[in-house]
């Protein structure tokens, strides 16, 4: 067993060996531009970009058209709300969203602030859980986007999305889900789910890093979208700039061993992040952040009450996890999705996501128990 163990999932996934074979003739064999329409170096990359369009658009029950690639899951939410913003501007300036979101949502609404937005930034319950009679509520004649993430990266905690999209659609509202953390770990429809624009990022599930795209609904004649990167009229001039080839091949074989692999993956992670929770709710005063009944199979965000944040993670130096706060320059601050759950700051210091994967063992699970148990015994001592 190699130490330390990796359970931090939810941050990066290492590249599936199967994914690496793909992408390998890319680069060096196969390194034409997906652009040049000229000779075969040109239609070889663009064949295999058509093939990917076709694995990512299969996975979520789209068409190829409606898949734009960008450089990952925060462009991908760039495009969408910038993307949105400034084509439905004579419609409105009011965007909901929830304060769980990742920053590369929080950020861009911040940012449209400056712009001209308005945004609703909704609370969700103590348990991560946000209520579609809230979003609801939030809804004004000026609204023109909501966006409500598909699962949450530090809890896991997954949102009513099919809720939320039929209630945007009945209002004309357009509805954008960042489903990084979702996609290829529970099945995704996006037409039975009412989404108008979907982000993803391949290195979520075992693709390369600096890949990822964007579902936008065709179907839906309100849905305009200003390109937020010009240039040579790649992606039907939604995004331009010479296409990550590899990089693409790489999204796009994650998504065919996703999809056929997901659900024994889900089944077999899911127990082993079983044993690991029940096993450190057996230290006292540790209780679990988010709710436990809707939540991605993988993840399992753990207070541990009555020790200090910081203390916890310089000793648990056998795993690699990631903590209840977020460093920034300056200080360490608590995480802000624990924070807008209502966790006290205190707890939310000594919380750790634990995010397991497909090559998670159960022997590591077991060492992991045995480790923070320990860690946390000579911290309360
Ligand atoms: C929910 C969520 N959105 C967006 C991102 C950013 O993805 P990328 O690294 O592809 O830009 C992440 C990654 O941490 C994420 O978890």
Avoid at 113 to 126: C, F, R
Avoid at 142 to 151: G, P
Avoid at 177 to 204: E, F, M, R, W
Wanted: a negative charge; one cysteine or more; aromatic letters at 6%.
């Amino acid at each position: 067993m190699k130490l330390p163990i990796y359970l931090d999932y939810n941050a990066t996934t290492p590249v599936d060996t199967r994914v690496l074979q793909e992408m390998l003739p890319w680069f060096s064999e196969n390194f034409g531009n997906a652009a040049s329409r000229s000779h075969l170096y040109g239609w070889k990359a663009e064949e295999a970009v058509a093939t990917a369009r076709q694995q990512v658009a299969h996975l979520l029950h789209a068409n190829d058209k409606e898949i734009v690639f960008t450089s990952g899951a925060t462009e991908a939410n760039n495009l969408a709300l910038k993307g949105v913003f400034e084509a439905l501007a004579h419609k409105g300036n009011h965007i909901i969203t929830i304060a769980t979101e990742h920053k590369a949502i929080l950020d861009v609404c911040e940012h449209l602030k400056h712009l001209g937005a308005e945004i609703s930034l909704l609370y969700p319950d103590n348990q991560g859980q946000i209520s579609l009679e809230q979003i609801q509520g939030a809804i004004r004649p000026s609204t023109i986007l909501v966006s409500a993430m598909y699962a949450n990266n530090e809890t896991g905690v997954i949102f009513p999305i099919r809720a939320i999209g039929a209630l945007c659609q009945q209002h004309q509202i357009i509805f954008h889900t960042d489903a990084t953390q979702a996609v290829g770990k529970i099945p995704i429809d996006v037409q039975n789910d009412h989404i108008d624009l979907l982000s993803l990022s391949a290195h979520k599930l075992y693709g390369a890093k600096g890949v990822g795209a964007l579902y936008i609904n065709r179907k839906n004649k309100n849905l305009h979208l200003v390109a937020q990167m010009d240039g040579g009229k790649h992606e039907r001039g939604l995004r331009s700039g010479t296409l990550n080839v590899p990089g693409i091949v790489s999204l796009g074989t994650a998504c065919v061993i996703a999809q056929q692999e997901m659900q024994s993956n889900a089944q077999s992670i899911a127990l082993l992040r079983d044993v690991l929770e029940n096993g450190l709710l057996q230290i006292p005063q540790t209780s679990v952040n988010g709710n436990t009944q809707c939540r991605l199979p993988h993840v399992s965000n753990i207070a541990f009450g009555g020790v200090d944040g910081e203390l916890l993670l310089i000793s648990l130096h056998d795993i690699a996890v990631s903590s209840g706060s977020a460093c920034t320059s300056a200080s360490v601050l608590p995480s802000h999705v624990l924070k807008a759950m209502g966790v006290a700051d205190q707890l939310a210091y000594s919380s750790i996501r634990f995010s397991l994967g497909k090559y998670t063992t159960e022997e590591e699970i077991l060492y992991t128990i045995n480790h923070v148990k320990e860690v946390i015994a000579k911290l309360q001592q």
